[in-house]
């Protein structure tokens, strides 16, 4: 059995990454810096996937896998007046458009090798009008694209979700000022954010245990903060 995970080298994605190993997988890791002790079964390509070309080719050389998940992600400090377009289209390339490619291109071999399931990196951020305008953005757009995918693609086997989680304590939330975190843990039942642990959980059921007719939909993970 065999995952790609994009940015499972650090952050929540190592948190999935270590999980899916336990769970008996064979764990291909995308990202640019990789990472310095992989542990056993983890397999670290280098990929910028902001670049699709460069992340399918790896894609291809992995081969057929029964698991996708779209986790590589960034988040710029930055206000909607101050992005230039290069900068938007960087982006939505990283959170959105390679995610979303891939996600067709192995949904395809998926279908056609009896079914298979992506889970993809949201966040509460696609839900509030988020300061990080494109980052919101971004988020909104993949969870629209794996209800997509999971129309598309459903009836031969492919599931496809998105988990939504409010801040989790990585080096992401070190662009949120302290004042912005401290509001927003307030407004949490637990008085606390969601942990990696946590989503990585969450992740994984999606990815291998939860039923088939959970598909095309959105997990949120935010203690709370945000009821739909
Ligand atoms: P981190 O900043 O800790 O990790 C980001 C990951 O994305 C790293 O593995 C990084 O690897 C990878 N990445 C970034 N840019 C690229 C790129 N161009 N090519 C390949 N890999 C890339 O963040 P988190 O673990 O917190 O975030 C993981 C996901 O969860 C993201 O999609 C994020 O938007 C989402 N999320 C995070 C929340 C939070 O509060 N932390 C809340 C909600 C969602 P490398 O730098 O080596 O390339």
């Keep these: 059995m065999k995952a790609i995970i994009t940015g499972g080298n650090r952050g929540i994605g190592l948190e999935i990454s270590k999980r899916l190993i336990a769970l008996g997988y064979e764990v ?52 909607a007046s101050d992005y230039n377009q290069d900068e938007i289209l960087h982006i939505l390339n990283v959170n959105l458009i390679t995610s979303v490619r891939l996600s067709v291109r192995l949904a395809e071999q998926m279908a056609n090798n009896g079914g298979g399931r992506i889970v993809s990196m949201g966040s509460i951020a696609g839900e509030i009008g988020h300061p990080d305008i494109w980052y919101g953005i971004s988020k909104a757009g993949i969870t629209n694209a794996m209800r997509s995918i999971a129309r598309a693609f459903g009836l031969k086997g492919v599931i496809a ?32 954010f969601c942990t990696a642990e946590e989503v990585a959980k969450t992740v994984c059921w999606l990815a291998t245990d939860a039923p088939e007719c959970i598909n095309g ?10 009821y739909r």
């Design 161 to 192: 979700n998105s988990v939504a989680p409010g801040p989790i304590d990585t080096a992401m939330m070190k662009n949120i000022p302290q004042d912005r975190k401290d509001r927003l843990k307030a407004a949490t039942i637990r008085q606390r």
């Design 217 to 226: 939909e959105v997990i949120d993970l935010n203690n709370g903060t945000n």
């Design 28 to 79: 291909h890791v995308l990202s640019r810096s990789g990472i310095s002790t992989p542990p056993e079964g983890l397999f670290s390509w280098a990929a910028d996937v902001s670049d699709y070309e460069q992340t399918i080719q790896i894609a291809d050389k992995i081969g057929p896998v029964n698991i996708l998940i779209n986790n590589a992600g960034i988040m710029n400090a930055k206000t």
